[in-house]
């Protein structure tokens, strides 16, 4: 049974996060927002609800293993299951702006989040808040430097313009179906999860660094499939490093906030092991960009990406 409730959880995290991302766009219309602006934090807020309702579910249920694994496991799934599956499907252009600013920021914010875990193992609210505050100045700088040097053209930015017709009301019903689908959403996953962690003599991180991490990435890996299948304009990699920002930021940054996140001591392999995971796939996308081919992640890579996914998977879960 406790399959079935993560399955369920995970379904209505997708759908909760889809009403909400296409409520929440409609609305940024209706406040005369730009594109540029919508695409860049409103609909990245939007994508990471999933992921923060079950970190803030799982702390406040005292299970902080989840909400660190369920983070640490996204990050290193969005570069090695998203981003590995879809180089093999079709290569990835890289863009100058991913080596200026969005890889120093994953790595600081990685980083970061090692040496806040590491001294005490705990992310106070005090660390929470400067993760947040570091994310608000990230994105600051990141639309100035996109209306300052036009290399980001509105045309190019993932917003879907026919939602500047959608009615008041209507926002307002895909606003409640969002907000009511992640709530029973992230509590159905959260507790799904805690059982089945029982029932297979795992360790819940262990099922949140896995299970947890591949269903709140599936939406990123259908989209990049899709656009990689159709041979559409190949994806941005600073959309899954844009993710993996706002993962650690403004997931474990307000979930801190509400409530510390504790390491449990009974879990010793998220400072020992996986986070040194999490941070080696950031990493290694520098030397990946450059070597042999510049500026293209092609399915050489994307077999290694995600070869060293697997082994992941295999070590986490053995």
């Known amino acids: 049974m406790s399959v079935v409730w993560v399955l369920l959880g ?9 009403f909400l ?3 929440s766009v409609a609305l940024s219309f209706k ?10 934090t409103v609909v990245s807020f939007a994508t990471s609800a999933p992921e923060l309702l079950v970190s803030i579910q799982a702390a406040l249920d ?18 090695g299951l998203v981003l590995g599956v879809t180089a093999i499907i079709s290569p990835l252009l890289v863009d100058r702006d991913f080596y200026r600013l969005n890889w120093p920021m994953m790595m600081i914010l990685s980083l970061l989040l090692y040496v806040f875990l590491s001294q005490d193992k705990l992310l106070s609210r005090i660390e929470g808040v400067v993760f947040m505050v570091a994310l608000i100045v990230f994105l600051i700088v990141l639309i ?4 300052k040097s036009n290399h980001v053209e509105v045309e190019d930015v993932d917003v879907d313009d026919a939602l500047q017709k959608t009615s008041n009301f209507k926002i307002t ?5 969002g907000a009511a ?23 819940e991180y262990a099922i949140s660094v896995t299970v947890i991490a591949i269903g709140t990435s599936v939406p990123e890996l259908a989209a990049s499939v899709i656009a990689a299948l159709k041979k559409e304009k190949a994806i941005s990699l600073g959309n899954l490093i844009g993710s993996n920002i706002f993962n650690i930021a403004s997931v474990l940054g307000i979930t801190a906030i509400i409530k510390p996140i504790q390491v449990n001591p009974n879990t010793p392999e998220i400072l020992s092991t996986n986070i040194f995971w999490m941070i080696g796939f950031a990493a290694i996308l520098i030397p990946l960009v450059f070597i042999p081919k510049r500026f293209e992640i092609g399915r050489l890579k994307g077999f290694l990406i995600f070869g060293a996914y697997l082994v992941f998977i295999m070590l986490s879960v053995l």
Not at 144 to 147: H, P
Not at 173 to 177: G, T
Not at 193 to 198: E, I, N, P, R, V
């Open 31 to 40: 406040l005369k927002l730009s594109k540029l602006v919508i695409g860049m």
């Open 21 to 23: 991302v296409r409520s």
């Open 181 to 203: 689908s992640l709530y029973f959403g992230s509590e159905w996953l959260v507790n799904g999860a805690k059982d089945l962690a029982t029932s297979v003599g795992v360790s």
């Open 173 to 177: 019903v895909w606003l409640l179906i």
């Open 144 to 147: 100035r430097d996109s209306r």
């Open 62 to 79: 005292g299970s902080s293993d989840i909400s660190l694994g369920n983070v640490i496991g996204s990050n290193i799934a969005n570069i």
């Open 10 to 18: 995970l379904m209505l995290l997708v759908v909760g996060g889809e």
